[in-house]
């Protein structure tokens, strides 16, 4: 028994002994100088027009360490007075002293961060070294003031090109890749939707990408939905009118429903019973009514084929539209609508209506009184 406890209490010392060697073993990561962050400009005014161009041009110094480490740099944004939270980062060269940020690049970080867009915003900056994911260090911190704007959604989304016979009358050219409606793709990726507005039945299209012709595809011929882009046949829309197609050009597949679209509510001259329609305007590419007398005790909302399988709506809650100002609308069948909101106005009277739905990632909707 006694040798047990002896053999016992030699494990206990020499799990000690290693225990503080390993201790002794550790390494002590010194910060021997600080990093640090400067900008050619205290303020400034991003532009679309020139997204691509430099903004802000950073310059930087690596903080040092002894022992040497391997380390990566980002630069981290944040609202000021947030403490950098939360933040939005960017890459850094390593190699480099300097490095710039475009105007498009600058106005994606502020979207990031939720910063209205069209208002002056301090932003602290500051260079951010990561030694590993829990420890870093950081660079002086710099106050900028930064105006957004708001994106063209047309240049921001991937979109296909649907040239066809019925293009030129919906305001467009007949079988003109870059000059044909397009549809986007909201989530950025494969699947694109949107609509087309068909005058005269049985016209006839297909789709492109890049609005051009290599690549396009068309139908299989099985006139089941499936898509090929050799030996394909050009899909056909039986009837007139507006009809919402939806593509997903990886998969090969598509598919297209007729959606005539109509406000409908109590606020509108037929209340629920029926639905006043729109007609297109191929010189706008807009759908209109040119003048529906709108109360301001009642709600409205826009729905297709006297139906209530697709509608546009706010994203949520009911929404007052002011004369005059453009918003953005919500279809349901796609997911983007929380409950059954509606529309109203402030002021009784007579409307003009006009539903721009060229862009499934920003249907855009205005009503002007009279």
Not at 1 to 30: H, P
Not at 92 to 106: A, I, K, N
Not at 286 to 297: D, E, G
Not at 315 to 339: H, I, R
Request: net charge negative; aromatic share 12%; hydrophobic share 35%.
């Amino acid at each position: 028994m006694k040798n047990i406890f002896k053999i016992f209490l030699l494990g206990v010392i020499a799990s000690f002994i290693i225990s503080c060697q390993e201790d002794d073993d550790k390494m002590i990561l010194n910060n021997t100088s600080g990093s640090t962050l400067s900008a050619n400009k205290t303020s400034v005014v991003l532009d679309e027009t020139i997204a691509d161009q430099a903004a802000l041009t950073f310059t930087y110094k690596n903080p040092t360490f002894s022992p040497a480490v391997q380390f990566t740099n980002m630069v981290e944004f944040a609202v000021a007075g947030t403490n950098f939270k939360p933040s939005a980062t960017r890459e850094v060269p390593m190699d480099q002293s300097t490095f710039s940020l475009t105007h498009l690049q600058l106005n994606n970080i502020l979207a990031d961060l939720n910063v209205t867009p069209n208002s002056s915003k301090s932003i602290e900056v500051r260079l951010k070294s990561s030694v590993n994911t829990v420890t870093s260090f950081y660079s002086n911190a710099l106050t900028l003031s930064m105006t957004g704007y708001m994106p063209n959604p047309d240049l921001i989304y991937p979109k296909i090109n649907v040239p066809g016979g019925y293009a030129g009358a919906a305001g467009y050219a007949d079988w003109t890749p870059s000059n044909a409606p397009n549809l986007f793709s909201p989530e950025k990726n494969s699947q694109y939707r949107g609509f087309i507005y068909v005058t005269n039945p049985n016209s006839e299209y297909k789709f492109t990408i890049n609005q051009d012709w290599a690549g396009d595809k068309g139908d299989d011929g099985t006139l089941t939905g499936k898509l090929v882009e050799s030996g394909e046949q050009n899909i056909k829309a039986a009837l007139a009118g507006t009809y919402y197609i939806k593509v997903n050009w990886a998969a090969n597949t598509y598919s297209s429903v007729l959606a005539n679209f109509g406000v409908i509510g109590d606020a509108t001259p037929t209340g629920w019973n029926s639905d006043t329609d729109f007609v297109y305007n191929p010189a706008t590419k807009t759908y209109v009514i040119n003048s529906i007398a709108l109360n301001n005790t009642g709600i409205f909302k826009f729905r297709a084929n006297d139906d209530w399988a697709m509608k546009f709506q706010p994203a949520n809650g009911d929404q007052t539209l002011v004369s005059g100002t453009a918003v953005q609308s919500y279809m349901s069948a796609e997911g983007t609508v929380t409950g059954d909101p509606n529309y109203k106005v402030a002021v009784a009277g007579n409307y003009k209506i006009e539903l721009d739905l060229h862009n499934s990632a920003y249907y855009k909707l205005t009503l002007t009184k009279l």
